[in-house]
C-alpha cells in the first residue's frame, strides 16, 4: 500500500536517523520536551522522500492530486501560508501592473493588499445590505456586469461565502465576467465544506469560476494556517500561478501543517459527506428550536433569509440582539464567561458562531441552552443607535488607484479632522478585517462617525500604519 505523508513521518519518528539538516531542535525531545505536544517529531524540512511543496513530485504531489479529485480542481496548490498567500498569488498570476482588477468591496484585507502591491488599476462593485441585520448582502452580477462596461478588467475577485455565509451567484457571475473576457476568482476561504455534499450548496469551482480559494482549517480538520488555490480553468496561465505562488508562500513549509492536510483529505473523502449531512440536519434543528426566541434573533431561524442574500450558509450562526438591553461584545463575553463558549466575532448588534465538521449535537446543544437562558433573561433594548454600527461598511468614492497612494505625501489626521481627504491607508474594523474605507477612498463624513461611534462601542479599529485614533491621508 501505498504511504501517504502522514504515514511516511510516523515511520521517520520510528527510525534512529541523525538529523545533521533543519529545523534547529533537531527532533529531539528529550531535551526539548515541549515540542512533544506541539508535533515536534514530524517537524522537518525537505529531506529525502518527503517532496518539495514548489515542485512537488512524491508525497506532497500526492496531496494535492487528492484535493482536486476531491473539489474537482484541474490543479490544485497547497498553502500553508493560508488564504493570504493563495489570494496573492492569485491576484499576481492573472493581474499585470495597470490592469484592471474589479474587486468586490466586502473582500478581505489581503486582496486590497494583493492588488496594491500588484500595482492594479482597481475599481470596486458593492453588495447590496440587508436591512434588517445590517449585513453586507450578495454582490449582484448586473452590478458586476455594469462595473465591467464601464472599465474593462483582466480579473475580478468576489467573496463568497463571506465571514457571515452569504453566498453570490457565482454561476451568473461567471458567466458575465467571461463574457467580458475576464477572470473570475472567488475567495472562498469561509467555504472549503461547500460543494462536498448535497446538503450544503455548491460550491464555486463547480459553479464555474477560474480561481477558488479554499482556507480549508476555517471549516474543515486540518490545522491553522492550511489552504488551497485551486486552479479550475484554462483561462489562468498555470505556470504564472506556479511562479506566483512560489513567491508567497514559505519556502519551508511546515511538515506538521501538511500532514495534517493529508489526514483530513483521508477523513473527508471516506466519511465528509455523511459527517457533512448530519451537521446540516443539526444545523437546522438549532434553527427551528431558536426561531421561538423572545428577543434574540437568529438569522434565517424562521425559515426566511434578506432579500439582499442569494443563499446562505447555514453553518454561519448570525445572533441579533439588537432588540436587547445589551450589545453584541457583551453577549460574547456573557457567552465565554457564564457558559464557557468562544463566539467567533462580535459587533455591537450581534455575534457570529461558526458551525462545522468539528461540531454535533452535544456542542449545538450547548450553544441553544446558553442562547435560550440569555434570551429568557434579556430585557427590551431602548433605540441606542446600534443598528448603524453593523458589520457593513459606509461608501467612499475612489479617487485614486491603490498603487498610486503609495507614492504620494501623507500625514496623519483623526477619523473626523480625515473628512474629505483621501486615505492613504486601509482602516478595518476587526474582525472580519473588511476595510471601512480604502487607500485612495476620499473619506465621507459618514465613514469618519461610523470609525469614531465603533471605536467609541469597543470594536477594534485597525489601520495599515499601526496608529490609533485616526489614518494618514493625501490632501
Not at 497612494?405 to 481627504?421: I, N, Q, T
Request: hydrophobic share 40%; with cysteine; proline share 4%.
Amino acid at each position: 500500500m501505498k504511504k501517504n505523508l502522514y504515514d511516511e513521518l510516523k515511520e521517520l519518528s520510528r527510525k534512529n536517523v541523525l538529523a545533521m539538516h533543519m529545523p534547529g531542535h533537531k527532533r529531539n525531545l528529550d531535551e526539548f520536551g515541549y515540542l512533544s505536544n506541539l508535533g515536534g517529531e514530524f517537524d522537518i524540512t525537505e529531506i529525502e522522500g518527503f517532496d518539495n511543496l514548489h515542485d512537488p513530485q512524491g508525497v506532497i504531489a500526492d496531496i494535492c492530486r487528492r484535493a482536486c479529485n476531491l473539489w474537482g480542481s484541474k490543479r490544485s496548490f497547497l498553502s500553508v501560508n493560508g488564504s493570504t498567500g493563495a489570494v496573492f498569488a492569485a491576484v499576481f498570476a492573472c493581474v499585470r501592473r495597470g490592469e484592471g482588477l474589479l474587486i468586490a468591496r466586502n473582500s478581505h484585507k489581503s486582496v486590497f493588499n494583493a492588488a496594491e502591491i500588484a500595482g492594479a488599476d482597481t475599481e470596486f462593485v458593492y453588495p447590496s445590505v440587508d436591512g434588517e441585520f445590517g449585513i453586507a448582502g450578495s454582490v449582484s452580477p448586473s452590478d458586476v456586469e455594469r462595473a465591467l462596461k464601464n472599465k474593462p478588467c483582466k480579473a475580478v475577485v468576489i467573496t463568497s461565502p463571506t465571514y457571515e455565509g452569504v453566498l453570490s451567484d457565482i454561476a451568473a457571475i461567471a458567466d458575465t465576467v467571461h463574457e467580458a473576457g475576464a477572470i473570475l476568482i472567488v475567495d472562498e476561504a469561509h467555504g472549503a465544506h461547500l460543494g462536498l455534499s448535497d446538503v450544503f450548496p455548491s460550491g464555486s469551482i463547480e459553479e464555474g469560476a477560474d480561481i477558488v480559494i479554499s482556507g480549508v482549517h476555517k471549516t474543515l480538520p486540518a490545522l491553522t494556517q492550511t489552504a488551497f488555490l485551486h486552479l479550475c480553468s484554462d483561462r489562468v496561465d498555470e505556470a504564472r500561478v506556479s511562479k506566483y505562488f512560489s513567491c508567497f508562500v514559505s519556502s519551508s513549509p511546515s511538515y506538521v501543517l501538511m500532514s495534517s492536510v493529508d489526514k483530513m483529505l483521508d477523513y473527508m473523502a471516506k466519511e465528509g459527506r455523511d459527517r457533512l449531512r448530519k451537521l446540516h440536519s443539526k444545523l437546522t434543528e438549532f434553527y427551528s428550536e431558536t426561531s421561538g426566541f423572545k428577543l434574540l434573533r437568529v438569522c434565517g431561524a424562521d425559515g426566511r433569509l434578506p432579500e439582499e442574500f442569494f443563499k446562505k450558509d447555514i453553518s454561519k450562526i448570525y445572533i441579533d440582539c439588537i432588540n436587547c438591553d445589551f450589545d453584541g461584545y457583551t453577549l460574547k463575553k456573557r457567552l465565554r464567561n457564564e457558559f464557557g463558549i468562544e463566539a467567533e466575532y462580535a459587533t455591537p448588534a450581534g455575534v457570529l458562531c461558526i458551525a462545522s465538521v468539528g461540531d454535533d449535537a452535544r456542542s449545538l446543544g450547548r450553544l441553544y441552552d446558553a442562547l435560550n437562558a440569555v434570551d429568557k433573561s434579556a430585557r427590551p433594548a431602548t433605540n441606542d443607535g446600534r443598528r448603524a454600527l453593523t458589520s457593513a461598511f459606509p461608501v467612499c468614492p475612489k479617487a485614486y488607484s491603490l498603487a498610486e497612494c503609495s507614492e504620494r505625501p501623507s500625514h496623519f489626521a483623526s477619523y473626523l479632522g480625515a473628512v474629505g481627504k483621501v486615505a492613504a491607508e486601509s482602516v478595518r474594523v476587526y474582525p472580519p478585517a473588511i476595510p471601512a474605507t480604502v487607500a485612495g477612498e476620499r473619506i465621507s463624513r459618514e465613514c469618519a462617525e461610523y470609525l469614531s461611534a465603533m471605536k467609541t462601542a469597543g470594536a477594534q479599529i485597525i489601520a495599515d500604519s499601526g496608529r490609533e485614533g485616526g489614518l494618514f491621508v493625501i490632501d
